[in-house]
T-cell receptor
Framework: DSGVTQTPKHLITATGQRVTLRCSPRSGDLSVYWYQQSLDQGLQFLIQ???????AKGNILERFSAQQFPDLHSELNLSSLELGDSALYFCASSVGQVLTDTQYFGPGTRLTVL | TQLLEQSPQFLSIQEGENLTVYCNSSSVFSSLQWYRQEPGEGPVLLVT?????EVKKLKRLTFQFGDARKDSSLHITAAQPGDTGLYLCAGARRDRFGGTSYGKLTFGQGTILTVHP
């Protein structure tokens, strides 16, 4: 158990819909990262927040958005869903934001778009 | 374009054999990490290497960072069924933001290792 929690564990929805994935970081961690893992693209970095502020952006689509709240939990919003958005979405957290800080990954949310 | 190329993609071996997984790039990374991921779980960090030429050992696992910080390898001695999993390398490159260094990880495609008893 990494200490990072993600809900829901599984999500099945239809194309065109909007979903919200939730992440609670480990106690004391200020950074939250979101990743997408699919068979064809592998594990891809989406976005990082540190203490409520966006710190780094990766291959995140415009239809996707995220935020980190004052209590440090984070949400990833996916809208206008397409079949290709089906993937495992991981949240990770770290104590700080420097390169060598260990990132602890949650168990992931499996999103299926039908 | 995959910045980090991992090889082999699949590895199926017998218990007791040795193996090496490679992670190569044309880019220089400030640090490189190796993760292991089991089905239904998130990746778990095994090691971080930051210095060119660095070698780190974790029981039967030996990690090496290339002198030019463009490549890395993971060697497992006397593999056991418990080593079965997806092994991922991930590189971080330094970005500057208000004087604080932070980075985003670029992952390789992974190596699926199966160790048969």
């Amino acid at each position: 158990d990494s200490g990072v929690t993600q809900t829901p564990k599984h999500l099945i929805t239809a194309t065109g819909q909007r979903v919200t994935l939730r992440c609670s970081p480990r106690s004391g961690d200020l950074s939250v990262y979101w990743y997408q893992q699919s068979l064809d693209q592998g594990l891809q970095f989406l976005i990082q927040y540190y203490n409520g502020e966006e710190r780094a952006k990766g291959n995140i689509l415009e239809r996707f958005s995220a935020q980190q709240f004052p209590d440090l939990h984070s949400e990833l919003n996916l809208s206008s869903l397409e079949l290709g958005d089906s993937a495992l979405y991981f949240c990770a957290s770290s104590v700080g934001q420097v390169l060598t800080d260990t990132q602890y990954f949650g168990p992931g949310t499996r999103l299926t778009v039908l | 374009t995959q910045l980090l190329e991992q090889s082999p993609q699949f590895l199926s071996i017998q218990e007791g054999e040795n193996l090496t997984v490679y992670c190569n790039s044309s880019s220089v990374f400030s640090s490189l990490q190796w993760y292991r991921q089991e089905p239904g779980e998130g990746p778990v960090l095994l090691v971080t290497v930051v210095t060119g030429g660095e070698v780190k050992k974790l029981k039967r696992l030996t990690f090496q960072f290339g002198d030019a910080r463009k490549d890395s390898s993971l060697h497992i001695t006397a593999a056991q069924p418990g080593d079965t999993g997806l092994y991922l390398c991930a590189g971080a490159r330094r970005d500057r933001f208000g004087g604080t260094s932070y980075g985003k990880l670029t992952f390789g495609q992974g190596t699926i290792l199966t160790v048969h008893p």
